[in-house]
């Protein structure tokens, strides 16, 4: 199993930046995809963003060209760069890490875009 920490959430007026970091530690198999999802209240769990251990990237189409996602390896860290934020960014942002046999989630971090 996998221990996730994230850390960075908070409040930021619209038009404004938030960095998510997430950190993994445990059994960590070498070949992995670790990302971002969110949940708005009264809304589903969906995909933010994601990346493999390769360094391979999807965005989901609500974010792309203001949300950038990034790793570090060495630190089995993995980062949501955050800008342009909208009130519609709102939700509480999921770390996942996924391989062969897991798939685990972080507690979870709130942000909050006010208009």
């Known amino acids: 199993q996998v221990q996730l920490v994230e850390s960075g959430g908070g409040l930021v007026q619209a038009g404004g930046s938030l960095r998510l970091s997430c950190a993994a530690s445990g059994s960590i198999f070498r070949f992995n995809v670790m990302g971002w999802y969110r949940q708005a209240p009264g809304k589903q769990r969906e995909l933010v963003a994601v990346i493999s251990s390769g360094g391979s990237t999807n965005y989901a189409d609500s974010v792309k060209g203001r949300f950038t996602i990034s790793r570090d390896n060495a630190k089995n860290t993995v980062y949501l760069q955050m800008n342009s934020l909208k009130p519609e960014d709102t939700a509480v942002y999921y770390c996942?890490?996924?391989?062969?046999?897991?798939?685990?989630w972080g507690q979870g971090t709130q942000v909050t875009v006010s208009s």
């Open positions: 996942n890490f996924k391989t062969v046999g897991n798939n685990d």
